[in-house]
Structure formats: structure tokens, C-alpha cells
């Protein structure tokens, strides 16, 4: 399900298209220039996502990168919420997201998403944004893998949505799980063949 439309189509259009402006701002890349720590593309896995800054041993560089990219989704969301309507706060958020995964200012080669992800469900519904993060969260606490997590807890954000009262949220959660898992296909063939790292293992 998702929210009746009645946002003109051409307002739609914009609010996308800058929230996909704003969700390619590349803040791992940003925080490892300012922090001195080069280009992160040459770090790790390449990864412009906090989980790479953290392999350059800058915790909070990693932590900075972390809220940034998660307050690019929930940003959008809030945004368009309040200046437009409920109608919009989706499209806002998922648009955001893509916008980290394939941002225009890096030819369209971003990150996986995760944390953007979970900036735009956390402000689309608080207790459906809360339970991913807590997956996430306890995921990592129990195996250290940081890609597992991500793909646990966009795995479980549908069965949430049902669960907690949200189904306005189920289509949004299902296209960014979809996504998410598309984006960790390396991930998934390394965690298959025990060959991910762990976090905070450097590069």
C-alpha cells in the first residue's frame, strides 16, 4: 500500500529529483578528505559507506559518515513531508536512496545504501526504522559482519512493516530491501564462501 496521491505530478518530479540530488552527496568520501585519510575508493572495498571509513581506522570519520548518509534519507523524508504532504515522503526517501547508490557526482557508482536506507524508514515510521536498526544492530553484535546485518535487517523491514500497523510502509521496505540485496551481490558470494570481513578489519 502506499499513501494517496495528490501531490501534482510535475511537484512529484522535483521533490525526486532533488532528493536524488541530495542522497548523491558522497559523505564518506567528503569526511576521508577532510579527515586526511585520502581517497576512500582506494580503501577496503572501495565503498564510499561508513563501513569502508571505519577500515581506515578513523572511528569518527566512520561515525560522521554513519549519521550523514542515514540524515540524507530521513532529510528528504521530513522535507517533503512537511512542505508537500504524506503522498510525497516515500518517493522522497527512496529517491534519496537511490541517489546514494548511484550518485550523479561519481558516475553513478555509490555505495549499498544501508544507512540511508534506515534514515528514510526511521523518519517514514519510527518503530518500522527502530526494528531494522535494532536487526541490524544485534546482527552485527552477534557475527561482526557488517553486509550480513544490512541484509538481515532489510530482509526482515516487510515483515515488520506488516507487523507493527504499517502496510503504507510494505512497498517502500520491499523496494529497499530488493535494492540492498542487489547492491550486496559481492557480499553475499564472499559471506557464502566465508571470505567477508569483519567489521572494523582495515584494508
Known amino acids: 500500500m502506499i499513501p494517496t496521491i495528490e501531490t501534482a505530478f510535475g511537484l512529484l518530479g522535483l521533490t525526486a529529483l532533488l532528493a536524488y540530488l541530495l542522497g548523491s552527496i558522497p559523505f564518506g568520501i567528503v569526511m576521508a578528505r577532510l579527515f586526511g585519510l585520502g581517497d576512500l575508493r582506494q580503501v577496503g572495498s572501495g565503498n564510499i559507506g561508513a563501513t569502508n571509513v571505519l577500515r581506515t581506522g578513523n572511528k569518527v570519520a566512520a561515525f560522521l559518515t554513519l549519521v550523514l548518509d542515514a540524515g540524507k534519507g530521513a532529510i528528504a523524508v521530513v522535507i517533503a513531508r512537511v512542505t508537500l504532504g504524506e503522498d510525497t515522503a516515500q518517493l522522497a526517501g527512496f529517491a534519496?536512496?537511490?541517489?546514494?547508490?548511484?550518485?550523479?557526482?561519481?558516475?553513478?557508482?555509490?555505495?549499498?545504501?544501508?544507512?540511508?536506507?534506515?534514515?528514510?524508514?526511521?523518519?517514514?515510521?519510527?518503530?518500522?526504522?527502530?526494528?531494522?536498526?535494532?536487526?541490524?544492530?544485534?546482527?552485527?553484535?552477534?557475527?561482526?559482519?557488517?553486509?550480513?546485518?544490512?541484509?538481515?535487517?532489510?530482509?526482515?523491514?516487510?515483515?515488520?512493516?506488516?507487523?507493527?500497523?504499517?502496510?503504507?510502509?510494505?512497498?517502500v521496505s520491499i523496494a529497499l530491501a530488493t535494492l540492498i540485496f542487489i547492491r550486496h551481490a559481492s557480499n553475499i558470494r564472499r559471506l557464502v564462501h566465508g571470505e567477508e570481513p569483519r567489521i572494523g578489519q582495515k584494508g
Open 96 to 171: 534519496a536512496f537511490l541517489g546514494h547508490c548511484y550518485p550523479i557526482f561519481l558516475g553513478f557508482r555509490g555505495g549499498k545504501g544501508v544507512a540511508t536506507a534506515l534514515g528514510t524508514l526511521l523518519a517514514l515510521a519510527l518503530p518500522l526504522g527502530a526494528a531494522a536498526c535494532a536487526v541490524w544492530a544485534a546482527t552485527a553484535g552477534l557475527f561482526r559482519i557488517s553486509s550480513l546485518a544490512a541484509l538481515v535487517a532489510a530482509a526482515s523491514s516487510p515483515l515488520a512493516a506488516v507487523l507493527l500497523g504499517r502496510p503504507d510502509a510494505l512497498l
